[in-house]
């Protein structure tokens, strides 16, 4: 059983950078592994994700680069960094996984989900 929890939220500034980490229990190494986000009355959307042996990282088109994701498959950890935060960032973030080759940008292409973790970005 695979478990994911999400670290690092907080309220910061436009502006600002804030790093966000998921780590996994229940041996994640050969899964393809996801961040989304929600934000208030909206879907989850894709943010970015990568799969179990390196390939990618894929982000969604409207990051304009600012996000940055990593993982390190001896620690089971996921890396979101958020460079250059905007208010329309805010949402709570979640981690998924799932035993998949490739990254797939939607919510149901994933079996696993962390609790999230809030990011508001004050303007």
């Known amino acids: 059983q695979v478990q994911l929890a999400e670290s690092g939220g907080g309220s910061v500034q436009a502006g600002d950078s804030l790093t966000l980490s998921c780590a996994a229990t229940?041996?994640?190494?050969?899964?393809?592994m996801a961040w989304f986000r929600q934000a208030p009355g909206k879907e989850r959307i894709f943010v970015g994700g990568i799969s179990w042996d390196g390939n990618g990282p894929n982000y969604a088109d409207s990051l304009s680069g600012r996000f940055e994701i990593s993982r390190d498959n001896n620690k089971e950890t996921l890396v979101l960094q958020m460079n250059s935060l905007k208010p329309e960032d805010t949402a709570v973030y979640y981690c998924a996984a799932d035993f998949r080759v490739r990254v797939a940008t939607g919510p149901k292409d994933y079996d696993y989900w962390g609790q999230g973790t809030q990011v508001t970005v004050s303007s």
């Open positions: 229940g041996s994640t190494v050969r899964y393809t």
